[in-house]
């Protein structure tokens, strides 16, 4: 059983909308985008058993933290807006904030947002590699980098280039497209709203979100075909070896959102450096305590350390887009074997 101070971020709001019951979690959901129900109802599926004083520390930070910010003298919808695009970003806040001034319904695009990566694979694998660039930049990162994996890696690195090509789509054309998957999955049209698509930045982060080996076959398709084009992907690609740069403020931010156990596992393939700079924005005796848990691990595999890493740069980005911290330029060097 966890103690208190070991919710984490999604554990902690895990806890909240499981103390607050069905109907009230129910009602807050209704506000979340799609992953983030995902992600929520994960880490509730995870919690295991969770005391009643646990819930009660929990629920009386949240009313603390809730006293504290209250909204008093500020409008409603710039509040809304306000805090949104704090916590989501500006782009991921846009359509979310639509829906809840505006009453708008779920677009075509935006319904695919709750589908399974393999189901929005098996729905494009047969469409030309511009309309699939076109979803993946539409998608969330994380969630655009499962669906590649159940793609074709051919298919998937012609999509990756020319979603690093992409700088942007007329309305008519994302219309067409909105369209087309609105009919295919009978939901009804409000249209959508989109700023900017791809880029090398969007490539950058959906292939942050792929093992080592599927990352590196792309980065080498893209290099073959454009390698102006793959530098600047390269560029703006972040990997964990790159959390050497954050500064020591960010760092304790990114710490208290890391559990545990997925610290452990990410440090076990951590050179000295990077561990030594985790370890010295810790006290001394939770540094004592995780180089004890360090040497009392042993081996594990690989992929556990990957795995472990990924989800840290997950929480890392997260925390950027919600201006909690800065995370810097990354290294392109951090790719070179």
Known sequence: MANDDEFKGLDRAAVLLLSLGEDQAAEVMKHLAPREVQ??????????????????????????????????????????????????GGDRANSLIERILHGGESSGLENLKWLEP?????????EHP?????????????????????????QASEALLRLANLDGLQPGALRELNDALEETLSGESQGVQVSAMGGPKVAAEI???????????????????????????????FVFDDLI?????????LLREISSETLILALKGANAALKE????????????????????????????????QKEILQIATRLESAGQIQLGGSSAEALVS
């Open 39 to 88: 992600r929520l109802g994960l880490a509730m599926s995870k919690l295991g058993r969770v005391s009643t004083d646990q819930a009660h520390a929990v629920m009386r930070e949240f009313r603390e933290k809730l006293e504290r910010q209250t909204s008093l003298g500020l409008g409603a919808d710039q509040f809304l807006r306000g805090a949104l695009t704090k916590a989501l």
């Open 277 to 308: 700079k985790f370890l010295g924005n810790m006290s001394k005796r939770a540094a004592e305590m995780l180089r004890d848990d360090l040497e009392a691990k042993g081996p594990v595999r690989l992929s556990e350390v990957e795995a472990a």
């Open 130 to 154: 511009q309309v699939i660039a076109l979803v993946l930049s539409y998608l969330e990162s994380d969630q655009a980098g499962e669906v590649l994996h159940f793609l074709p890696p051919r």
């Open 207 to 237: 292939l942050n979100q792929l093992d080592s080996t599927q990352s590196n076959s792309i980065m080498e398709f893209l290099r073959s075909q454009d390698e102006e084009l793959a530098n600047k992907v390269q560029d703006q690609m």
């Open 245 to 253: 740069n954050v500064d020591d403020r960010s760092m304790q931010t």
């Open 118 to 126: 393999r189901a929005i694979a098996e729905l494009i694998k047969l």
